[in-house]
């Protein structure tokens, strides 16, 4: 069983026959007052988040220091495609995705603040990113993720993603793990 973090991996997702307002529905009813905006990089909120979120990992590694190969990776220059979750005027969420090659995302910045895990949010943000990577005409995402992130894997994982050898920059890092989901 995953950690309680990981609840979102329960959810069943939003099928061809859920229209968003369903979605959005049954979302009050499970007690969240979420709404989801499709922005870019340079949005305040998903800007908040993302450095919220590499606050987290230096934290997490000791320092920004401990990551400094790893920075580069993270930068929002190339997201032109973002979902933001937001709890009235307070965004608790984000993902988004860039170009990576050919028909090919890559999704990354996939974050829910610690206070409003457990509600789905990681999972809905998670199916508004890949729809509109599939309505962009990619055909394929893929996605790195620490090997430690038990929750992630499994939120990951129960969405369809499959473990693939790392790629790209992340090729030769144990501490990595790569995974892909065909859109199309």
Do not use: W
């Not at 603040?113 to 729809?131: N, T, V």
Request: aromatic letters at 8%; charged letters at 25%; glycine letters at 12%.
């Amino acid at each position: 069983m995953l950690p309680s973090d990981a609840r979102d991996a329960g959810y069943h997702g939003v099928t061809g026959d859920q229209s968003r307002a369903s979605v959005q529905s049954e979302l009050n009813q499970a007690g969240d007052d979420v709404e989801y905006r499709h922005t870019d990089g340079t949005d305040g909120g998903f800007v908040a988040l993302s450095q919220e979120l590499e606050d987290h990992f230096n934290a997490l590694a000791g320092g920004q220091a401990n990551r400094q190969g790893l920075a580069r990776l993270n930068t929002l220059e190339h997201i032109h495609d973002a979902v933001v979750a937001y709890d009235g005027d307070m965004p608790v969420g984000c993902a988004s995705f860039r170009a990576y090659e050919g028909d090919v995302a890559e999704i990354k910045r996939v974050y829910v603040r610690p206070a409003h895990r457990g509600k789905r949010i990681g999972r809905e943000l998670m199916g508004q990113i890949e729809s509109r990577a599939k309505d962009k005409g990619y055909r394929k995402v893929i996605l790195e993720t620490g090997r430690q992130f038990a929750a992630a894997v499994g939120l990951y994982e129960s969405l369809g993603y499959k473990v693939i050898a790392n790629y790209g920059e992340y090729a030769a890092r144990d501490a990595s793990c790569c995974f892909e989901k065909m859109l199309i």
